[in-house]
């Protein structure tokens, strides 16, 4: 694949996932730009094997890495399986960067963090995750910062939601056709972020670091403000026309996981100065234009202040 004169050539791995899809929305509307965007999928590279990796990476100005294993609980039962893709599949990843001289932007989580603050993790906060999936998310965070510390940008994100794949405001949206009353835990803090506001966020972190003016390392990647998931349940009734009275408080002890969930998730976004941006808008505001979106659309049936409509 030769790239144009003069385009710069961006690479997004984990291309078929839900922030994987934004990225390259988000690139492709920055028509007129300067940048030939391929995006691939994990049916089309796995970034464990080397050589396939070195190929892919060929060639790039900057990879975005949006791959990665997803399934939180099932880590508890698979970790070494988890640990391959988000710790040793992005050592690879890093390591065919570093010899090519490429920028990587790669997307970890507030998981690598111990969830036991009160105030925000600022981004050089001790690291101390309390499951299989954030210690894996570590590993990750490790190999870039190992391999690649000027031209690695680590972006920490949380509570993630989007149009392209299952979340938490899609589940409550399309339980509001299934249940009158829903009970959703109040005790865990985060910061709700819709995944095209955070595809936005990579691309202008990769188009400063390719003009020199973002140094490398951690970031954080979520939405402005702190919320509960109980709020928010109630915020995206309110914006979707539902009666939020519906959305009942509980705690984490009536929903037992197989892995621990971190109780605070609210991340400081004070570095984003050094790369001349502004922190991420508040969620409420990011939550109002996601549901705007026709993939958030409340369903047919959907109960509307206490009576289906």
Known sequence: MT??????????????????????????ALEGAGIEAAGLSHADLDITDPAAVRRAVDGMAVVVNCAGWTDVDGAEAAEEAATAINGTGVRVLAAAC????????????????????SQPYP????????????????????????????DGYIVRTAWLYGEHGPNFVATMLKLAAQRDT???????QGQPTWSYALARRLVELGLAALDGRAPGGIYHGTASGRTTWFELARETYRLSGLDPERIRPTDSATFV???VRPAFSVLSQRRWAEAGLAPLADWREQLA???????FAVPDGAYRNGSAG
């Open 289 to 295: 234009e996601a549901l705007a979106l026709p993939a």
């Open 98 to 117: 570093a010899g090519a001289g490429v920028r990587l932007l790669h997307v970890s989580s507030d998981y690598v963090l111990p969830g036991d603050a």
């Open 182 to 188: 829903l009970d959703v835990v109040d005790d865990q």
């Open 257 to 259: 996981r197989p892995a």
């Open 123 to 150: 981004e050089d906060a001790p690291t101390g995750p309390v499951n299989a999936y954030g210690r894996s998310k570590l590993a990750g965070e490790r190999a870039v910062s190992e391999l690649l510390p000027q």
């Open 3 to 28: 790239g144009q004169p003069g385009r710069a050539r961006w690479l997004v791995t984990g291309a078929g996932g839900m922030l994987g899809q934004d990225v390259l929305a988000a690139l492709a």
